[in-house]
């Protein structure tokens, strides 16, 4: 076996405790804080490959990405002042949704700390909301600690982890770690173990749905690992199946009780589901749009997590289950007997189907000139089954919840309880850097677009000619709005559109990638949309569909929150005018979809 290279700085011992690590590639822009780091990339025989975003908010939304595509730790570096303050928004996005990522952050030199000197900031301040562990390294002998800590930290609480290191530091000889009094060491390990709550818990848990009539299961991201699960239970209980957002990927849709995403951007079908059941299992979701639960009082609650914090966190719950979704499932069907009423069944698979016509309604609108929801449910149909897909925030993301049905393991992600716009293509470059034989699709708006997805088109130029396979389509919904603020002030606020505000600078981005070496299609009417996708998911390099969408199409929250909301809506589209005629009309068209379906089924329950 070769001798071991031994390290000649601190910061070769960074890179040779990120191969230790497992590390595949680390995001980032370079800087004068990092350049010790940078070095010892450069020199490294093996070290692991460096990817260089437009901007450090960009490279760590790929380090987020590349978590949230690999299930394993975003690496992602910046340098100190300025670069270190972009990292926040993507450092955020990990926190909030749950996934590990450790930046490894530059400073000036140890001496100048304190003087006041250029692009010096209280980093340890600054990261300390955001992250889990911060530590601002003070001597060589630490180093390997930190590096190791701030990993099984990430690890631990699901979220970002913040290693500082002043440049002087980083240069400075590789540290003898000698067993003595104050040296600390560690190694590059973690593991888990299954948790499972006790069988008190579990016979209570199994008492309350054993009792239930009209079950309800909300599924999350949590239960990723254990969709089998959720449907033995289910078939059990003979209970429905909605998912938060972020489980969406994680069930099949095809299934007649499955009733889609809840919440705000939910489905019809899921509405009913959570408006009409009388007890809840909730299994790995923290989701954060209350509103749509059953009322208070309406449903006995069962909830089934990994983090004891999110037990009652959303929903008052009579007995929580702390473990393993599927573990705990697996436990819990067995205590459960076969549901013998199948009328609530019933019921949930007449909704979904309905649901189904409702949205394949809504997609054949007349737009002017294209229906934004045609184009998701176009791809819906010719979805490769080893496609990844990445989104953008905004209205886009209501047209994938309600059009889109995922074949079995096509991941799907986006930042989604930040809901930070611009996550869109840098997810999408690091998903396929993770996975470079599978096809990649990003979805997004024109403002997630112009906020960063125009300047990583760059960054995917000079990428995509060393892959094997090239196909990566970025969708552009081109409506020249942000058209997700733009209803949302006229639910919520009751006010008309705010052009200046909401108005977007109309772009051509299918020239912008022809410009890029790359291919560009623009859509501008309904009957191009198939040949688009059809020519985008065979091209030998990635594409960008340009789609002239409508930005009247509304966003209308399913019904009975979506009734609630028609007046003040439709109030401010008349404020706004002659111009909003055509989107006064197709909101009173999606409504009488909404409309009919809830009289169709009033009174179908038992009392």
Avoid at 158 to 177: E, F, K
Avoid at 205 to 231: H, N, T
Avoid at 268 to 289: E, F, K, M, R
Wanted: hydrophobic share 40%; with cysteine; aromatic share 6%.
């Amino acid at each position: 076996m070769p001798e071991k290279e031994q390290p000649e700085t601190v910061s070769d011992v960074i890179v040779e405790r990120l191969r230790e690590w497992q590390v595949e590639r680390i995001f980032g822009y370079s800087g004068d804080g990092i350049n010790g780091f940078l070095a010892a990339l450069q020199r490294a025989e093996s070290a692991p490959e460096f990817v260089q975003a437009r901007h450090e908010e960009n490279a760590a939304f790929m380090a987020v990405g590349h978590a949230k595509f690999t299930q394993g730790v975003g690496v992602v570096t910046s340098t100190q002042g300025p670069g270190a303050v972009h990292l926040l928004n993507g450092l955020y996005d990990a926190k909030l949704d749950q996934v590990p990522v450790v930046a490894i952050v530059g400073q000036q030199a140890s001496s100048a700390l304190g003087s006041g000197y250029m692009q010096e900031i209280n980093l340890p301040t600054l990261f300390a909301d955001v992250a889990s562990f911060v530590q601002l390294v003070s001597s060589p002998l630490q180093v390997p600690m930190v590096i190791d800590r701030a990993f099984r930290s990430a690890l631990s609480s699901r979220g970002p982890a913040v290693v500082i290191i002043p440049n002087d530091i980083q240069g400075a000889d590789a540290p003898d770690q000698d067993q003595s009094h104050g040296i600390v060491l560690t190694s590059a390990v973690f593991e888990t173990g299954t948790v499972m709550p006790s069988s008190s818990k579990l016979e209570a848990a199994a008492d309350i749905l054993r009792q239930g009539k009209r079950v309800a299961i909300l599924m999350g991201q949590g239960a990723k690992r254990a969709e089998s699960d959720v449907i033995a239970v289910a078939e059990k209980l003979g209970a429905g199946i909605t998912t938060s957002l972020l489980g969406k990927p994680y069930i099949d849709e095809s299934l007649p009780y499955a009733t889609g995403v809840m919440g705000h951007l939910g489905t019809t079908a899921s509405a009913y589901l959570l408006d009409n059941c009388d007890t809840l299992l909730i299994v790995g979701s923290h989701d954060p749009w209350t509103e749509f639960y059953p009322a208070p009082g309406q449903a006995r609650a069962v909830q089934i997590d990994t983090n004891p914090a999110h037990i009652g966190d959303r929903y008052p719950v009579e007995v929580g289950l702390v473990g393993d979704a599927a573990e705990t499932l697996r436990a819990l069907v067995e205590l459960l007997p076969e549901a013998s009423e199948t009328t609530w069944r019933t019921d949930v698979e007449n909704m979904v189907r309905r649901w189904h016509s409702i949205s394949e309604a809504r997609s054949q609108v007349a737009a002017r000139p294209v229906n934004p929801e045609l184009v998701l449910r176009r791809l819906s149909e010719r979805l490769p089954s080893d496609a990844q897909i990445a989104l953008d925030v905004g209205s886009v993301v209501y047209w994938y919840a309600r059009q889109v049905r995922l074949p079995r393991g096509v991941p799907a992600h986006l930042s989604s309880t930040l809901a930070s716009m611009g996550c869109g293509m840098p997810y999408g470059i690091a998903g396929k850097l993770a996975h470079p034989e599978r096809p990649m699709i990003v979805l997004s708006g024109d403002g997630g677009a112009q906020m960063t997805g125009i300047a990583e088109l760059i960054t995917l130029s000079t990428l995509w000619p060393a892959w094997h396979d090239p196909r990566f389509v970025l969708c552009v919904l081109n409506n020249r709005d942000l058209a997700e603020v733009s209803w949302e002030q006229r639910e919520n606020e009751g006010e008309p559109r705010f052009g200046p505000s909401q108005r977007i600078p109309d772009f051509r981005y299918s020239a912008y990638a022809e410009l890029l070496g790359m291919n560009g299609i623009l859509v501008d009417h309904p009957g191009a949309i198939s040949d688009a996708w059809e020519s985008a998911l065979s091209a030998d390099r990635p594409t960008v569909i340009e789609v002239l969408s409508d930005p009247a199409i509304p966003l209308l929250p399913p019904f009975p929150a979506g009734e609630q909301k028609l007046a003040t809506m439709l109030a401010a589209l008349q404020r706004e005018g002659h111009s909003a005629q055509h989107a006064v009309a197709l909101l009173q068209e999606y409504a009488s979809h909404e409309q009919s379906t809830a009289e169709s089924t009033e009174g179908s329950l038992d009392p």
